[in-house]
């Protein structure tokens, strides 16, 4: 699960089904009873009705919880990590990074590094449009060292700048330049 909208359709689904959550959160779902194969496969058909699937290799939940990380390090944490995200990622799954590093690239077709930068920008593009930071502001946020380097990363990922993304995606939700000053 990417998001947390993800976690509200699994929820839906469940309910659909009559399964009870102990637990539910991004990546997790604990329930109450033990599952026979019929509704292991009711699950199974109706998360992927809805583009979810269950994940039982460990591989697979290894990378899922990772992505996991880095989403909480990216969108929800107050303050990225002062240390590398490597020694958090290794610490929180109790792994050797390289491994996991490996294991990343070679699953996702990305490197870690790259994924984080990219959920970065993601995060940039939210904050460019829902919040009223500057692009200072968002670079200290987000610890980039500076807005140059954040301009520069912005760029190569997306092909504009900062400012020309939050200009056009006023411009398509309806707000003004003036209506985003004041």
Known sequence: MEGYCCIKVVEEEFDKIGI?????????????????????????????????????????????KVKKIIYELVYLSDELPKQNFSEVISQKVNRNYTYVSSLFSGTMGVKIEK??????????????????????????LLKYSSVAHLSNQFKKVTGMTPASYRQLRNHSTGKSELSTII
Do not use: H, W
Not at 116 to 140: G, Q, T
């Open 115 to 140: 994924y984080i930068i990219i959920r970065k920008i993601d995060r940039v593009k939210e904050l460019l449009v829902y919040d009223n930071l500057s692009l200072s502001e968002i670079a200290y």
């Open 20 to 64: 009870q959550c102990k637990t539910l959160e991004l990546g997790r779902v604990e329930i109450r009873e033990a599952l026979t194969p019929e509704k292991f496969q009711m699950i199974d058909t109706a998360l992927r009705n809805v583009g979810l699937e269950i994940l039982t290799d460990n591989k697979t939940l290894l990378i899922e």
